[in-house]
């Protein structure tokens, strides 16, 4: 009879291992939202790092969290960094690309509770008289990674944020408009 079981057990495990094994070793994550903004205007709350308490769905995760400022004020070489607890880790967000009222290109660096690079883009585009933003988050995942996003939905969890955030992004730009 254990015998059985750990016959059992053993082919479970090894399914489970074949199917995270057969996982893409790549994500991507798209969410977008129409602001009734104009383009410049909704672009400046991004492409501005010290902007993001205001919108930024992890921010009210650790309102204790420690954060710096490094680089450039805004727009490229403009950088944030962060450690805070478990809900929001620790990491360091630089700006690569910046371009006025239509993109801000993100290279995020996460320390804790994982280390990992990842890439998370703004693409701003007129939309009558408001913006249509699309924000993206992509990167690598390792057979670990890969394991953790099938179990816990990764991708449900990230388009939530990225889906959080819009809103919280638009309710501000839209009040500031």
């Known amino acids: 009879m254990l015998k059985k079981v750990l016959i059992t057990v053993a082919l479970l495990v090894a399914g489970f291992a074949a199917v995270v094994a057969l996982?893409?070793?790549?994500?991507?994550?798209?969410?977008?939202?129409?602001?009734?903004a104009p383009p410049a205007a909704v672009f400046a709350h991004v492409d501005d790092l010290h902007k993001w308490e205001a919108w930024s769905p992890w921010a009210k995760l650790d309102p204790a969290a420690k954060v710096g400022y490094e680089g450039a004020a805004a727009g490229k070489g403009a950088a944030f960094t962060w450690a805070g607890n478990d809900k929001?880790?620790?990491?360091?967000m630089t700006i690569v690309e910046s371009r006025?009222?239509?993109?801000?290109?993100?290279?995020?660096?996460?320390?804790?509770?994982?280390?990992?690079?990842?890439?998370?883009?703004?693409?701003f585009k007129p939309a009558g008289e408001g913006t249509a933003v699309t924000?993206?988050?992509?990167?690598?995942?390792?057979?670990?990674?890969?394991?953790?996003?099938l179990v816990m939905n990764g991708k449900k969890m990230i388009g939530n944020s990225l889906d959080d955030g819009l809103a919280n992004l638009k309710a501000v730009a839209e009040k500031k408009a």
């Open 23 to 36: 996982q893409p070793s790549t994500f991507h994550v798209e969410r977008a939202a129409t602001i009734s």
């Open 88 to 92: 929001v880790g620790e990491g360091r």
């Open 100 to 123: 006025p009222a239509e993109l801000v290109d993100i290279k995020v660096d996460f320390v804790k509770p994982f280390q990992g690079t990842n890439s998370s883009a703004f693409i």
């Open 135 to 149: 924000w993206s988050m992509s990167g690598h995942q390792n057979f670990f990674e890969k394991a953790m996003c």
